[in-house]
């Protein structure tokens, strides 16, 4: 279990406390002490949580807006804690996989380096193609992520090769 996540909201003059406890894809949501739900995380949020649950509060439509290890609530379309506009939670594109395979791929290679291009590479094409950027733009930008992974490892571990030989 992770540390829970503590939220306070004002309902009609009186503070409420809305505390969000993780246990891997499971979340469980309190209101003022009393178990709420609990909420599982789907299809939508492969390695990193990407999801948006509805809840109620006293009578109060609120929206769960789970981003990563990020946890916040959203009414009427706007972020309680920073009044931002709120974006719903995108599907994963399949398209997407292409380049998170191709980045991927870096990983069997071993070592520090291309697994941290691979891993870092396949996160960024994840986080890029669910964002609100147009989709051509999502592509183009993925592709550059994942041609620049390569290079940095080929030219990282070709410079290594010259020096260590």
Not at 12 to 40: A, L
Not at 53 to 73: C, D, H, N, S, T
Not at 80 to 87: I, N, P, T
């Amino acid at each position: 279990m992770s540390k829970p996540t503590i939220l306070s909201i004002t309902i009609n003059g009186v503070p409420r406390t809305v505390q969000v406890i993780r246990n891997r894809k499971n979340y469980t949501v309190s209101v003022d002490g009393q178990e709420y739900n609990t909420f599982t995380l789907g299809k939508n949020s492969f390695l990193s949580a990407h999801e948006d649950f509805p809840i109620a509060v006293y009578g109060e439509q609120y929206i769960l807006a789970i981003r990563g290890g990020k946890i916040r609530l959203v009414q009427n379309d706007r972020y309680l804690d920073s009044g931002a506009v709120f974006v719903p939670a995108k599907p994963f594109p399949k398209w997407a996989w292409i380049f998170i395979v191709a980045c991927g791929i870096l990983v069997i290679f071993g070592g520090a380096i291309p697994v941290a291009s691979g891993l870092g590479g396949a996160m960024a094409c994840m986080a890029v193609s669910r964002s609100d950027i147009s989709s051509i733009g999502r592509v183009i930008i993925c592709l550059l992520i994942t041609v620049g992974c390569w290079i940095v490892t080929l030219l990282i571990a070709g410079v290594l090769g010259i020096l260590l030989s």
